[in-house]
C-alpha cells in the first residue's frame, strides 16, 4: 500500500478546491445564458400574443394546420428556410415545433407519419450543426420575425443564424 504524505494530501485537496471553483464558475455562466434565452423567447412570445390578440381580438392559440400556412399568423417557414438554409418543408417542421408542436401533431398537422417527422429533424439537426430540439427551437425563436428597422431596434444582441453555427 502506497503512504500519502500529509503535503501530497493537501495539495490534492487544493487542487480539487481549484477545480470544483471553476466548475461552479462554468455552471454558473451556462445557467446566466439559459436564463437570457428564456427572457428573450418570454418577451418573443408575450410580444407575439399581444400582437395576436390585438389583430384577432382572439386568445393567443394556433392549430398546427393554421401554423404551417405562410400567410397565417404563426412564424413565416419561407423565412425561416431562407434564414438557416433549410427546405421548406424542414422549415414548417422547425417552425411546429417552435410552437410546441409534439412530434405526432406535426405528423397529423403535415400528413406525414411520425416517422418521417423525426428522419426530418435528424437531418435539420445535421445541416445546422445542432444535437438537440431544443436548440432548434430556440433558432427559430431567436430568429428576427419582423422587417427593416424593426429588426435592428429590437433585435440587438441576439445572433444570427451564422453566429449560432448554422449554415
Given at each position: 500500500?502506497?503512504?500519502?504524505?500529509?503535503?501530497?494530501?493537501?495539495?490534492?485537496?487544493?487542487?480539487?478546491?481549484?477545480?470544483?471553483?471553476?466548475?461552479?464558475?462554468?455552471?454558473?455562466?451556462?445557467?446566466?445564458?439559459?436564463?437570457?434565452?428564456?427572457?428573450?423567447?418570454?418577451?418573443?412570445?408575450?410580444?407575439?400574443?399581444?400582437?395576436?390578440?390585438?389583430?384577432?381580438?382572439?386568445?393567443?392559440?394556433?392549430?398546427?394546420?393554421?401554423?404551417?400556412?405562410?400567410?397565417?399568423?404563426?412564424?413565416?417557414?419561407?423565412?425561416?428556410?431562407?434564414?438557416?438554409?433549410?427546405?421548406?418543408?424542414?422549415?414548417?417542421?422547425?417552425?411546429?415545433?417552435?410552437?410546441?408542436?409534439?412530434?405526432?401533431?406535426?405528423?397529423a398537422a403535415m400528413g406525414n407519419k411520425e416517422?418521417?417527422?423525426?428522419w426530418r429533424l435528424r437531418q435539420i439537426n445535421?445541416?445546422?450543426?445542432?444535437?438537440?430540439?431544443?436548440?432548434?427551437?430556440?433558432?427559430?425563436?431567436?430568429?428576427?420575425?419582423?422587417?427593416?428597422?424593426?429588426?435592428?431596434?429590437?433585435?440587438?444582441?441576439?445572433?444570427?443564424?451564422?453566429d449560432t453555427g448554422a449554415e
Amino acid at each position: 500500500m502506497a503512504r500519502v504524505t500529509l503535503a501530497e494530501l493537501r495539495q490534492y485537496i487544493e487542487d480539487f478546491e481549484v477545480g470544483l471553483t471553476l466548475r461552479l464558475d462554468g455552471l454558473e455562466t451556462r445557467l446566466e445564458t439559459i436564463e437570457t434565452d428564456l427572457a428573450i423567447i418570454k418577451e418573443h412570445l408575450v410580444t407575439k400574443m399581444r400582437a395576436d390578440e390585438r389583430n384577432s381580438g382572439a386568445a393567443f392559440h394556433k392549430g398546427a394546420e393554421e401554423t404551417i400556412r405562410p400567410d397565417g399568423p404563426g412564424i413565416d417557414p419561407r423565412f425561416v428556410a431562407e434564414r438557416l438554409g433549410l427546405t421548406l418543408t424542414e422549415s414548417r417542421v422547425s417552425v411546429l415545433l417552435s410552437e410546441g408542436n409534439s412530434t405526432a401533431e406535426i405528423a397529423a398537422a403535415m400528413g406525414n407519419k411520425e416517422s418521417t417527422v423525426r428522419w426530418r429533424l435528424r437531418q435539420i439537426n445535421r445541416k445546422l450543426k445542432i444535437s438537440r430540439q431544443a436548440q432548434l427551437v430556440r433558432l427559430v425563436l431567436l430568429l428576427p420575425h419582423k422587417s427593416g428597422d424593426t429588426i435592428r431596434a429590437e433585435c440587438n444582441g441576439i445572433p444570427d443564424a451564422e453566429d449560432t453555427g448554422a449554415e
